[in-house]
C-alpha cells in the first residue's frame, strides 16, 4: 500500500493521481522525470519510470503508451537512486548513565522504539532508502526489522551484532567484552548464529583479537567492520578485515618514527585523539602513503563519517549544533547536551586545535579516494547531534569539500555503497529489474550536492512516501 499520497505543492493539479488505497502490486507510473545515472555520470530528461510489485519493470522517455497504469505526473522532478547511508545505527535511541548492584556507574545503550521510529521515518523523508547498521543490540535490530515488516515507515537495514571490545566501560547493550571463558571467536560465532550480516571488531581489541576475529567470521561467510585506535590501519587491511570507519586512523604507528613516543606520552584519552593525532600525523610519510596504498590494494570499504567529527569540532558552537535541531527526537537531544557527547571536557583551546586540523581531515579524505580506497557516505546516526537522514546531505557536500567531485560523491551515496555492501543485484541504481528506490528532488545534485536536501517524494521498495508527512509527528 502507499503509505501516504504525496502532493509537491508544484503537483496539486494531479493530486488525484495519488490514491492511497492503491495496491503495492498496481503499476505506477512516474513521468516528466529527469533520472540521474550516478555510475554512467548520465542524464537522462523527459523520462518516464514504470513500477510494478516494488520493482522497476521499464524506463523510457517521453510519455508511455495509455493504460500503462496509474500516472503520476513529476514533471522537472531530478529522480535519484535511493540513498544508502553505510554508518547508522538505526535502532540506537539514548546512551544513559546506570549504576549496578554495588553502586558503580555504567553507560546503557536505550532501545526505545518512539525514538527508532521517529529517526526512521526521518531518515526515510531524506531519501535514504537502505543503511548499514555497523553495531547494535541483536534484539533490537530485529525489533526495527519486525516493525518494519509490521508497517514502520523506515529504511531497509543490514545489521551488524554487538561491537565486540576490551575496554574496561563497554556500553551495555551496544557492546560485547570478550572474557577469558568466552572469547572473540565465540561473541563472533554467536552473532553470526544469531543471524548478524557483520561483524564489529572495536578499537580496544588487539591485534592477536582481531586474528581471531577475522578468522571466524570468515569461517561463517561475514564481512567484517573494524573501529580501530592502536592497531593501524594498515595492519588491519592486511589481516583481513573488509571495512574501516571514521577518517580517524590514529594509530601511533602511522606517525613518522621520530614523533610516535612524543605523542603516546602526552596524548589523552578519549576523542581528544580526534585532533591530536591530526597534529602530529605528516600526510606526505611514508607511513601514511603505505596505508593508503594498502588499503587500495585489499579494497578496504572507509566511511569517513565527516559530519560526526564536524559536530564534535564545533561543539562550543551553540548555533551550529542547532541547525537541525527541529529533526532530533528532544529526548536525543537532551542526552547530547547532559549525558552523551564526544567532545566532553574539551576546553576552548581543544576546539581551536580541532578547527585547525580539519583541512588535514579533508586532505586525507580526498587522497584517499584518489589513490583508489573504496569510500562511501556515512553519518553515525543515533551520535550526538547527527540529523537523521539530513545529516547525508551534508556528508555528501563536506567530501565535496575535500575536493571530490559531485558525481563521485553521487556514487559513493549509492551505486558504490550498493556495491560494497553486496546487494547491487537488487537497489543502487535505476534500471529494470531493481527495487523500485529512489528519491525526487526540486534540483539537480550533480550541480549542487544541497539539492539531497530538497526532497519532494520518496519510493522505498516501490512504495511512494509524503516527506512532510513521514516528518509530522505521529
Request: aromatic content about 6%; some cysteine; charged content about 25%.
Amino acid at each position: 500500500m502507499i503509505r501516504r499520497p504525496v502532493l509537491p505543492a508544484c503537483l496539486l493539479a494531479i493530486a488525484s493521481l495519488a490514491v492511497a488505497s492503491a495496491a503495492h502490486a498496481e503499476r505506477n507510473v512516474y513521468l516528466g522525470l529527469n533520472l540521474i545515472h550516478p555510475q554512467t555520470e548520465t542524464f537522462q530528461p523527459d523520462a518516464y519510470v514504470v513500477v510494478e510489485d516494488g520493482r522497476i519493470v521499464e524506463i523510457g522517455q517521453g510519455r508511455p503508451a495509455t493504460g500503462q497504469g496509474r500516472m503520476h505526473d513529476f514533471t522537472g522532478l531530478f529522480a535519484l537512486p535511493g540513498l544508502i547511508d553505510t554508518h547508522a545505527h538505526i535502532s540506537l535511541a539514548a546512551i544513559r548513565i546506570d549504576t549496578d548492584e554495588d553502586g558503580a556507574p555504567y553507560l546503557a545503550a536505550d532501545h526505545r522504539p518512539d525514538i527508532v521510529a521517529h529517526n526512521a521515518r526521518r531518515m526515510l523523508a531524506y531519501g535514504v532508502t537502505t543503511v548499514r547498521n555497523p553495531g547494535g543490540d541483536m534484539a533490537a535490530s530485529r525489533a526495527y526489522d519486525e516493525a518494519r515488516a509490521a508497517g514502520l515507515s523506515g529504511p531497509e537495514a543490514l545489521h551488524a551484532g554487538e561491537v565486540i571490545d576490551r575496554s574496561p566501560f563497554p556500553v551495555m547493550g551496544l557492546a560485547d567484552r570478550p572474557s577469558e571463558t568466552r572469547g572473540v571467536a565465540a561473541i563472533v560465532a554467536e552473532q553470526a548464529q544469531g543471524g548478524a550480516r557483520y561483524i564489529k571488531l572495536y578499537e580496544s581489541l588487539s591485534e592477536a583479537d582481531l586474528i581471531e576475529g577475522i578468522a571466524e567470521a570468515r569461517r561463517h561467510g561475514l564481512p567484517v567492520i573494524a573501529h580501530l585506535s592502536d592497531v593501524s590501519w594498515t595492519r588491519a587491511a592486511e589481516l583481513g578485515v573488509d571495512a574501516l570507519v571514521h577518517m580517524m586512523p590514529v594509530s601511533p604507528e602511522l606517525l613518522p618514527p621520530d614523533r610516535r613516543e612524543a605523542y603516546v606520552a602526552s596524548r589523552r584519552q578519549g576523542a581528544f585523539a580526534f585532533f591530536e593525532w591530526y597534529e602530529a600525523v605528516d600526510l606526505d610519510a611514508p607511513e601514511i602513503e603505505t596505508m593508503i596504498r594498502t588499503l587500495a590494494r585489499e579494497q578496504v570499504h572507509v566511511d569517513a563519517t565527516l559530519v560526526a567529527f564536524e559536530a564534535a569540532f564545533r561543539g562550543d558552537d551553540a548555533a551550529f549544533l542547532a541547525r537541525d535541531a527541529g529533526l532530533f527526537h528532544p529526548d536525543m537531544q537532551a542526552n547530547w547536551s547532559q549525558v552523551f557527547r564526544f567532545d566532553l571536557g574539551w576546553t576552548a583551546e581543544d576546539y581551536a586545535r580541532a578547527r585547525a586540523v580539519w583541512p588535514k581531515v579533508l586532505e586525507l579524505t580526498r587522497r584517499m579516494h584518489e589513490a583508489g580506497v573504496p569510500l562511501t557516505l556515512g553519518t553515525d546516526m543515533a551520535n550526538p547531534f547527527i540529523a537523521p537522514g539530513r545529516s547525508m546531505a551534508r556528508e555528501a557536500v563536506l567530501h565535496q569539500e575535500a575536493g571530490i567531485p559531485a558525481w563521485d560523491v553521487l556514487r559513493m551515496a549509492t551505486t558504490d555503497a550498493a556495491r560494497r555492501l553486496g546487494i547491487a543485484d537488487r537497489t543502487g541504481a535505476l534500471a529494470v529489474g531493481q527495487e523500485a528506490d529512489i528519491v525526487f528532488l526540486s534540483a539537480d545534485p550533480a550541480t549542487d550536492l544541497n539539492a539531497l536536501t530538497q526532497v519532494r517524494a520518496v519510493l522505498s521498495d516501490g512504495e511512494l512516501y509524503d516527506p512532510a508527512g513521514l516528518l509530522a509527528d505521529q
